[in-house]
């Protein structure tokens, strides 16, 4: 199948190339989780606020009385005064910083699980037409950004905005007159930062897209080393993870820019008023209209009120990338499966029957150019072995995907037990089916617990049996911790033979009715392959099984053996009756037999 990667210019020709500070609300339901805690930090804040507030109080009364008063141990209490202060708003910042932070790790924790439980029940096309690379980059990287945002961002802006507003409402008390030459300012310097604001967020948004893609690169670059290596690709991957890196760090200078110059047209803006404030009140002083200590007190507070201007440019800046990081994770929340459970399930027969029926099915696979299957009638009774053989592409394991329904048929339908599959819950259809894949997927972990995965709530006896059974443990005693032994990522250090085995103990530990084999013996030599086929054999007994084999020799003793060629089904029989026949299967045999025979007569 092939799979088509979402590029940069597609996502900027969606309506969401430009995320606003509007998507941040998909964060609300997973913050008012918490509200004891959310509680608690705006507590903190409003304290600390207030703290910083009253600094600027303090030092007005001394300026204006301690110096002159006789008593020197006034100035004495002022500054015992503000160390309480500096006191409580040191406590209240420590007690903020903890919440805050605790709240962003929580509430990230909870985004990450969300998602990789949405992306979990996605159908098999979504996978088909999406970069696993792309995936992981939403749930680290974009996850980290609204970690910090929600852990530091928001709350530095609440922070800020608190201030802002508690520093400009005194300078309104201290001099009415002067607050009104700050407050006329304050367009002039927020509506410039809020244009800078949107190219910030523009940019970043192509800058994480860009980097998601190079996250695709060395994903797939990594999993599939050993195969780059023996094709002599490094240097290859390498120029081209460079070239996405490289273009993934112009989008970032980009935004830096922009954010730089965010900053400082804020910044220059702010203190240019404050420059202009003093100046004026510095006259004031001068012809008796204002004493220096509340003179001295505006100024705190106007530099309060700039600092706070100054610092929510930056948070502006900030956001804008967080909106990014929001958005691409609230797409991924946002995408409906084309292959869900029902709203009003049926439940299968009890007890399980085992019987299987393809009626009319058609299908085309989502990112494919043409239909795959054309119009294919085929049950499958209780207790039958049916096997399919056929050349390359014929949509054999074609049939297997939907019999576990990772896809629904284009038309027709799938039956199971008498039920169409769309009517039940996908668990309850997967739960009576078992699947030896012929490429086994092998996580870290144990042998144990690669066997596991087959029944997760399975005792170890059970687990073991299965291991025994599938002659797991033949090759386990030689590694150092036998069935214990932590195997490599993918199972690299195994065998293609010992990773079929272990596919074959999850179906024996699963224990389903229906039994679907993908070439389940194809990587074993000749005294593995006899072990393995007795195993197997006690498998299939009393269960319906499907079996996918290009080697004939495998499928002799099947009740009924189905031929497939572009899609269709073009012949069905018995081994004998379909080499009577002469066609297909006849072709096919002949081939394998006779050339197997030359091979042996060749060795001996």
Not at 275 to 293: H, R
Not at 492 to 514: C, F, K, M, N, V
Not at 515 to 523: I, K, Q, R, V, Y
């Amino acid at each position: 199948m092939a799979r088509r990667r979402r590029t940069t210019s597609e996502t900027e020709g969606t309506g969401t190339a430009r995320p606003r500070l509007g998507t941040l609300k998909m964060l609300t339901p997973y913050v008012a989780r918490h509200r004891g805690r959310l509680a608690l930090a705006a507590g903190a804040l409003t304290v600390a606020a207030a703290a910083t507030l009253t600094i600027p109080l303090a030092v007005r009364r001394m300026i204006d009385l301690g110096f002159g008063a006789d008593d020197a141990s006034f100035i004495d209490r002022y500054f015992g005064m503000l160390v309480v202060i500096v006191g409580v708003l040191a406590l209240a910042s420590a007690a903020r910083y903890y919440l805050v932070t605790w709240l962003g790790e929580r509430v990230v924790a909870d985004l990450r699980a969300d998602v990789f439980a949405h992306v979990a029940r996605l159908d098999a096309g979504f996978f088909d037409r999406t970069h696993s690379g792309e995936i992981v980059s939403r749930l680290t990287a974009d996850a980290t950004q609204i970690k910090s945002a929600v852990g530091t961002t928001i709350f530095s802006a609440l922070r800020n905005f608190v201030l802002c507003i508690g520093a400009i409402a005194m300078m309104v008390v201290t001099s009415p007159g002067l607050s009104l030459l700050v407050i006329v300012a304050i367009p002039v310097i927020v509506l410039p930062l809020y244009g800078f604001a949107r190219t910030v967020r523009r940019r970043s948004r192509l800058a994480q897209d860009l980097i998601a893609e190079a996250s695709s690169d060395a994903t797939e670059a990594i999993g599939a080393m050993r195969a780059l290596q023996a094709f002599r690709g490094e240097t290859d991957a390498t120029t081209r993870y460079r070239r996405r890196l490289e273009a993934a760090f112009e989008a970032l200078r980009g935004a830096t820019v922009a954010r730089a110059a965010l900053t400082a047209v804020g910044v220059f803006l702010v203190f240019s008023s404050v420059v202009a404030v003093l100046w004026m009140g510095a006259n004031d002083v001068l012809t008796g209209q204002m004493s220096a200590g509340t003179l001295g007190q505006f100024v705190l507070y106007a530099v309060f009120a700039a600092g706070t201007l100054g610092e929510l440019s930056q948070v502006g800046g900030e956001l804008a990338q967080t909106a990014g990081a929001a958005e691409r994770l609230g797409e991924l929340l946002a995408t409906v499966p084309a292959v869900a459970d029902p709203r009003e399930p049926r439940a299968l027969p009890q007890p399980p029957q085992g019987r299987l029926a393809f009626e009319g099915v058609a299908f085309s696979y989502p990112t494919g150019d043409g239909p795959t299957l054309h119009h294919i009638d085929l049950s499958v009774a209780p207790g039958e072995t049916v096997a399919i053989v056929g050349p390359s592409g014929a949509g054999k394991s074609t049939l297997f995907a939907l019999a576990l329904r990772f896809y629904d048929p284009t038309a027709g339908r799938v039956v199971l037990d008498g039920v169409d599959l769309r009517e039940v819950l996908l668990a309850d259809v997967r739960g009576r089916i078992a699947l030896v894949p012929q490429d086994t997927v092998v996580f870290a972990g144990t042998i144990l617990d690669n066997i596991r995965r087959g029944r997760p709530d399975a005792d170890a006896a059970a687990v073991r049996a299965a291991a025994i059974a599938a002659r797991v443990d033949r090759f386990a005693e030689a590694l150092p911790n036998g069935l214990d032994t932590i195997v490599g990522e993918r199972g690299q250090t195994l065998s293609g033979g010992e990773r079929q085995r272990l596919a074959i103990a999850r179906a024996l530990l699963e224990d389903a009715p229906i039994l679907l084999l993908d070439e389940a013996t194809s990587a074993h030599d000749a005294e593995s392959e006899a072990a393995v086929q007795a195993a197997l054999e006690k498998l299939k007994a009393g269960r319906t099984t499907i079996v996918i084999a290009h080697r004939l020799a495998t499928v002799l003793s099947a009740d009924r053996i189905v031929v497939m060629d572009g899609g269709r089904i073009v012949e069905t029989g018995t081994h004998r009756e379909l080499v009577a026949r002469g066609g297909l299967y006849a072709r096919l045999a002949r081939l394998q037999f006779e050339t197997g025979a030359a091979a042996l007569g060749a060795a001996g």
